[in-house]
């Protein structure tokens, strides 16, 4: 029997996203028929290294990537080609939190390979949306911000899900449902339906962050509320951005005091 851990650095090492996506869903799916074993004793992962994906889209500086507005087909392709990157990425963010921390539960690995397989779909969305704009995946530049997150918390499971899901991927929650006013009012229902979708399941992703990183705190005899604090400050305080969510957030599982961490921090 195949472990997760060899499915998961597969998905990983898929080169195109077209090749990704398949063996995504390919793995989710053979993972909940309990093909897969969780071994105990399996080699420790590699260590940490960019993941296989196409040539294009160029990979530049957040700064280097032009303001386009939503008013024009193209400054929406640009748009949803930025939430298709940011989907991409999120498959290999998933599945190396698989591949990466090992000796976890059962179902922190069914957590994730769920996520990756969300994120898998939501990926195909986007693309074929920005395929009816005369666009495809790669056509514009993007930047690496999210796995430049993974490199950082490689070594530490509990820094991981702290500042990937909960604060990097939490973003969404913020920003998406501004942009789905924005669409809305241009008639652009399609992009809005697709959306509505991520934001939804976007809300239970960062809560399984939530409750990992508050499973590692126990694990470690930490306090969640401060270390989180201490991560943002350390890694993630270049990259807060208020208002926030506050309403999504706690959905998520973010506690009061986490959420005035990240308005004192953003200020």
Not at 86 to 97: G, P
Not at 224 to 246: D, G, H, K, T, W
Not at 253 to 260: D, I, P, Q, V
Request: hydrophobic share 45%; glycine share 6%.
């Amino acid at each position: 029997m195949a472990s997760v851990f060899e499915a998961a650095r597969a998905c990983l090492d898929s080169a195109t996203s077209e090749s990704k996506v398949a063996a995504t869903f390919a793995a989710a799916a053979s993972f909940a028929g309990g093909e897969f074993s969780i071994p105990r004793d399996f080699p420790p992962p590699d260590p940490i290294s960019m993941p296989g994906r196409p040539p294009k889209p160029a990979l530049v500086h957040p700064r280097d990537l032009p303001k386009r507005g939503l008013g024009s087909d193209e400054g929406r392709a640009a748009f949803i080609h930025a939430i298709a990157h940011i989907e991409f990425n999120a498959i290999d963010l998933a599945w190396d939190a698989v591949y990466r921390f090992r000796d976890m539960p059962d179902a922190y690995y069914a957590d994730w390979v769920g996520v990756a397989n969300d994120e898998a779909r939501h990926f195909v969305m986007l693309r074929e949306r920005l395929r009816q704009f005369g666009h495809d995946y790669g056509d514009f530049d993007a930047h690496n911000g999210l796995w430049e997150m993974a490199e950082k918390t490689a070594h530490d499971g509990l820094a991981r899900m702290a500042l990937v899901p909960r604060v990097l991927e939490a973003r969404g929650l913020d920003v998406t449902p501004g942009m789905i006013v924005k669409l809305r009012a241009l008639g652009d229902d399609a992009t809005v339906e697709i959306l509505e979708v991520i934001l939804r399941e976007e809300v239970a992703h960062v809560a399984a962050g939530s409750h990992w990183f508050r499973w590692f705190c126990a694990r470690d005899g930490v306090d969640p509320e401060p270390r989180f604090r201490e991560l943002l400050a350390q890694y993630a305080r270049s990259v807060l951005r208020s208002p926030f969510n506050v309403d999504a957030r706690s959905a998520a599982g973010f506690s009061a005091e986490e959420l005035a961490a990240l308005r004192q921090l953003a200020d």
